[in-house]
């Protein structure tokens, strides 16, 4: 049997803005081709964790490994390359205003890939369909689409390139439960047919419950926990029963600063 | 000694923004010249650049031209040298007037775009889904600017020296009775290759430092609605005094003696 290294591994990482230490000596791996949700409330890192790992930012210390490569000193060069192996659906959207939206699904395919536009159309279409848009929405502009249209794109030009990771920042955020439910049903479809491994970052419990494997929860900058779906609701944290049930008494304090 | 560290924390903040700016220019220039270039991209900026700002450089420069012309002969005729207007004109409008103004004008017109646009890509995380995409983001948002904002303005410039020339012209002849081959000869007598080639010059630097202010204060702009904001009036205010100060110094290369 070989012994491939996991898909991602992070270990020791420490990001800080000024004075504000956001990843402090963060540890986590993800397996390969599986679902990693990592929770935690808002301003723990979470965010900042995907952007170090895609080279956004650039961590003080620590390691950050793809596929058994570090990829913490890569060159900007170096970086574009292994950013082909990445998709990204980020927590607005992030959609190119200035295209159509078959343009922006075709993206990664024409400017990352060189791929002529007629053939690239075709499969951003195909991609489009496969987040059950049909093939008018492709000559919209992202401005015409309602909010959850316009995450369906995202995830289309996210699975655009059959990439081997996939990102998700937020997937369910601002949208009502029926549409968040079918963006967590076409999260689960899309990263199984590819095959993909997927690192979600989420405060929606119901979607971690729905794309997971696993679930991690992050607090002050570390993982404070880390287990099977199925074992988050016995997980003997506190913190993160506090966190599942939504309760505001319990080790975790919001900071809440007078006016 | 508090009034010394103040002065001490600007000094630093001023070098370190100087650093940033040279870096993010040498960044940019470098991807105009490394493939793959975006020649659509480029074409589709040449656009928005030169045709697109035509009607505004266009009136500026008439408008120029006329009050030049009545100003000039209102001025001369005290000096019985109202023979000197055409030439006036055309020096003024070749020289300093064509190429500031319609560095101005565009500063205020694209500068202002490319910072809002660069800006909101910004902050709604459009530059970073770029970054993911493995395009990018200074050869595909920065270099094509850079290169229409040099190539462009000069055209502009060419333009507006015309029209600011006519309305001159147009001035001298039905405002002032000026004879109309009598203004044309004048214009031409004293005009030298230098005068265009100066201000053309001019142009490409102008053009160049608008996109160059509009691109970092948008790729570096932060907050939300604000930071655009702010990133907005920051690009046509540091443009408008880069331009003001380019043009003096390239004014003082090709003219003192």
Not at chain 2, 34 to 58: H, T
Not at chain 2, 89 to 95: A, F, N, P
Not at chain 2, 192 to 201: E, K
Request: proline letters at 4%; hydrophobic letters at 50%.
């Amino acid at each position: 049997m070989t012994d491939l290294p996991p898909k991602i591994a992070l270990s020791g990482v420490k990001k800080r803005f000024g004075e504000k230490v956001v990843l402090d000596g963060l540890d986590l791996t993800v397996g390969r081709s599986e679902s990693l949700v990592v929770i935690g409330g808002s301003g723990t890192g979470k965010s900042v964790m995907l952007k170090c790992i895609l080279g956004l930012l650039r961590p003080e210390e620590g390691s950050i490994l793809v596929d058994g490569e570090e990829t913490v000193s890569k060159t900007r060069g170096e970086r574009e390359k292994l950013l082909r192996k990445f998709g990204m659906l980020f927590q607005g959207s992030a959609l190119f205003d200035s295209l159509k939206v078959w343009e922006n699904v075709a993206f990664g395919l024409v400017q990352g890939r060189r791929m002529p536009r007629l053939e690239a159309k075709e499969i951003a279409l195909a991609k489009l369909a496969a987040v059950g848009l049909g093939p008018k929405v492709g000559e919209l502009a992202p401005s015409e689409l309602s909010g959850g249209m316009q995450k369906r794109v995202a995830l289309a030009r996210a699975i655009a390139t059959e990439p081997e990771i996939i990102f998700f920042d937020e997937p369910t955020t601002g949208l009502d439960p029926i549409m968040a439910d079918v963006i967590n049903e076409l999260i689960v479809k899309c990263v199984k047919d590819l095959g993909a491994t997927a690192l979600s970052i989420t405060h929606d419990m119901a979607s971690a419950r729905k794309i997971a494997d696993r679930i991690a929860m992050i607090y002050k900058g570390r993982i404070i926990w880390c287990g099977s779906r199925d074992d988050i609701d016995h997980s003997g944290n506190p913190y993160v029963d506090q966190f599942i049930n939504g309760r505001a008494e319990g080790p975790i304090q919001m900071q809440v600063r007078a006016l | 000694m508090e009034f010394l560290a103040a002065i001490g924390r600007a000094f630093f903040i001023f070098l370190e923004a100087t650093g940033r700016l040279a870096l993010f220019t040498s960044r940019a220039v470098s991807h105009c010249f490394r493939p793959p270039i975006y020649f659509a991209l480029v074409g589709r900026q040449m656009i928005d650049i030169g045709y697109y700002s035509l009607p505004v450089v266009g009136l500026t420069a008439l408008f120029t031209g006329m009050v030049l012309a009545l100003q000039s002969y209102t001025g001369f005729a005290r000096f019985q040298a109202e023979g000197a207007v055409a030439t006036v004109v055309v020096l003024s409008i070749t020289r300093e007037l064509g190429p500031v103004l319609a560095g101005l004008m565009v500063a205020g017109r694209i500068g202002a775009a490319m910072a809002a646009e660069i800006g909101t890509m910004r902050v709604t995380e459009q530059i970073d889904a770029l970054t993911t995409l493995a395009t990018n983001p200074m050869k595909y948002l920065v270099a094509p600017r850079l290169v229409a904002g040099l190539c462009m303005l000069p055209l502009l410039v060419v333009v507006a020296d015309i029209i600011g020339v006519f309305g001159g012209f147009l001035v001298a002849v039905y405002k002032l009775n000026f004879n109309p081959a009598n203004y044309l000869s004048k214009t031409w007598e004293y005009l030298q290759l230098m005068d265009v080639v100066s201000g053309l010059v001019k142009a490409s630097v102008f053009g160049f430092f608008v996109a160059l202010m509009g691109c970092y204060h948008g790729y570096h702009s932060k907050g939300g609605a604000e930071g655009v904001g702010n990133a907005t009036t920051n690009a046509v205010v540091s443009a408008s005094i880069l331009i003001l100060v380019s043009n003096y110094l390239i004014t003082g290369m090709f003219f003192s003696k």
